[in-house]
């Protein structure tokens, strides 16, 4: 499973494509202020950023894809500083 809740953190592991789009969405749906933790995901299908970027859970840095690191999570984690 590349999507596992522990407490109130999400964690997105691995290669994580379309299908887990709507786990993600239930998950984030499901309590407000979940944290999500992309540090062990390797690939992130769009459909999960927008999901991401619909609800805009709190995002730990840090992440084991470059392209991940250096292009999509700069722009998660602004986005999350501009909306408080």
Avoid: Y
Wanted: aromatic share 4%.
């Amino acid at each position: 499973m590349t999507i596992r809740l522990e407490d109130s953190v999400i964690h997105l592991e691995g290669s994580c494509h379309v299908e887990e789009a709507e786990t993600l969405l239930t998950l984030l749906q499901a309590e407000k202020g979940r944290i999500l933790d992309l540090g062990a995901c390797n690939h992130l299908h769009a459909a999960l950023i927008q999901v991401i970027l619909v609800f805009r859970p709190r995002v730990r840095d840090g992440c084991s894809d470059e392209f991940l690191r250096q292009w999509v999570l700069p722009g998660l984690l602004h986005m999350h500083s501009q909306a408080r």
